[in-house]
């Protein structure tokens, strides 16, 4: 089956690190995104990794994935006020070779002074 | 380069009516998919386009159809409109022939069902 959870809430200090988790269940998933969504807008695509890649780095983002236990994760380094937002988890669900997005429920980043 | 964009931005509908949503996929890309997405939740995928045809589906029900054209454009329209429609719906456009297929997203159409 598909299905991705995530975290409903974290709070961090402005400047510390952030670490958001996610698990998925389709063990065909080729790629794995996160994206961003601030107030009122739509997602922004931060990363993606793909599923032979144990970690991926870009500037202050960190993904790590372990695919043994379906288990993906994103770190964000030096967290600022700007990065509060929600940050959702998708995984690529491929069927007759259209993909198609699955999300979780999202994780809402507070980061606070 | 402008990205994917949708319109209107915001929309308000009674129970019963119809509405059409409309989105042009960011330059270079030539699949557009549509989700749909209720308060507090993460987005639902409901279809998505290619070569103007559906080529795949979420588990929506029938009175949510749509169209590609051939400039890839794209409208998303929903018939008999219910209570439980009203949802951000998010238009996402990716490139076909691209492996990571990365669906970039617009900022989304506010429907308001009354």
């Known amino acids: 089956g598909e299905d991705v959870e995530q975290s409903l809430f974290l709070s961090v200090r402005e400047g510390d690190s952030s670490v958001i988790n996610c698990t998925y269940t389709?063990?065909?998933?080729?790629?794995l995104y996160w994206y961003k969504q601030e107030p009122g807008a739509g997602l922004q695509l931060l990363t993606y990794i793909f599923s032979n890649m144990d970690m991926k780095q870009d500037q202050r983002l960190t993904v790590l994935l372990n695919k043994k236990d379906k288990h993906l994760s994103l770190r964000i380094a030096d967290t600022q006020t700007g990065d509060s937002a929600i940050y959702f988890c998708a995984e690529t669900s491929l069927s007759g070779g259209y993909n198609k997005l699955i999300f979780g429920a999202g994780t809402r980043l507070a980061v606070h002074p | 380069d402008a990205g994917v964009t949708q319109s209107p931005t915001h929309l308000i509908k009674t129970r019963g009516q119809q509405v059409t949503l409309r989105c042009s996929p960011k330059s270079g890309h030539d699949t557009v998919s549509w989700y749909q997405q209720a308060l507090g939740q993460g987005p639902q995928f409901i279809f998505q386009y290619y070569e103007e045809e559906e080529r795949q589906r979420g588990n929506f029900p029938d009175r949510f159809s749509g169209h590609q054209f051939p400039n890839y454009s794209s409208e998303l329209n929903v018939n008999a409109l219910l209570l439980g429609d009203s949802a951000l719906y998010l238009c996402a456009s990716s490139p076909r022939r691209r492996a990571s297929n990365e669906q970039f997203f617009g900022p989304g159409t506010r429907l308001t069902v009354l």
């Open positions: 389709d063990s065909s998933s080729t790629y």
